[in-house]
């Protein structure tokens, strides 16, 4: 984030940007809250999550509930709430975060410097959350309306990981809900200079991706709230991930399915019961990998 604008700065250009956006766009005025717990653990949300790529890298994250949501979206469209469909929902909240995204994405560059946005993604579950990174920093706002909370979050990098960003040193990303499948990947990847980092679905994925830019995906086909097709279906759509490459890793080895995964843009595809040593091959191939040298012996 830009050191010139500190956190009072940015809650200020949060808080304007998403009042003046609720009121104009759908007549609704919300306002700061200081509430501590925002949404009970099992209440479902309804995210919308918007990229800033380029001179800054940050996540816009809004999140609000079902009965908020459609009270928005009738609001918009000039609808009872009871009639709005799951698509309307779709389209309201991520044009909102998309807006509030466009509106504050000045405080995390500095003047002259080029930003942009990714498409909105559209995500619906309960303790949906973009894991911790090193080198990311979370900002968290809360709003009150009487139909519930309105939460923004941002999620950017700070100033030396995007130091280390500009380094040669490519990042791998793991998307995979199976931590022992994460654990040896990133094993097999350790002699060699790079950086891993994981996510447990596609949804956070998608958006670690956006953020981070990694030289390489390694794509699982089963995972909750959204697949591995899904998600490389949306990576190949989004102009700022659409030229990273993706391996797709599976439990089958239908050959209709590699073929198909393929024909949607993916690098390569790898099987479970494969050896893991040919995801290693092809991440050495894509990225010409360095190996790391061997530890002097005592």
Known sequence: MNAAADAQELKTSVDDAVMT???????????????????????????GM??????????????VSPKFSSV???????????????PDINDVVGELT????????A??????????LSLPTIIRGTKVDLESVSGVQRHS?????????????????????KNHMNNHNPKILLVDDSRATRAVVAK?????????????????GLDMARLHQPGLIVLDMTMPIMNGIETLERLKADAVT????????????????????????????????????LILDCALDLLKLEPRAAAASI
């Open 21 to 47: 956006i609720f009121d104009h766009m759908i007549g609704i005025m919300i306002d700061p809250s200081r509430c501590g717990a925002i949404f009970n653990p099992a209440e479902i949300q309804v995210i």
């Open 50 to 63: 918007v990229a800033i790529t380029g001179a800054a890298q940050a996540i816009v994250c809004l999140r």
């Open 72 to 86: 928005a979206t009738a609001a918009m469209f000039g609808l009872e709430p009871a009639s709005v469909t799951e």
């Open 98 to 105: 998309n807006m509030i995204a466009g509106k504050i994405k």
């Open 107 to 116: 405080n995390l560059r500095t003047e002259g410097e080029l930003c942009s």
């Open 141 to 161: 706002y809360t709003f009150h309306d009487p139909n519930g909370a309105v939460v923004l979050e941002i999620y950017a990098l700070n100033q030396e990981e």
């Open 188 to 204: 097999m990847l350790s002699g060699h200079h790079c950086e891993i980092i994981e996510a447990t679905n596609g949804a956070a």
């Open 242 to 277: 659409k030229a990273i490459p993706v391996i797709m890793l599976s439990a089958n080895s239908n050959p209709e399915e590699v073929e198909q995964m393929k024909a949607k843009g993916a690098a390569n595809y790898i099987t479970k019961t494969q050896k893991p040593r």
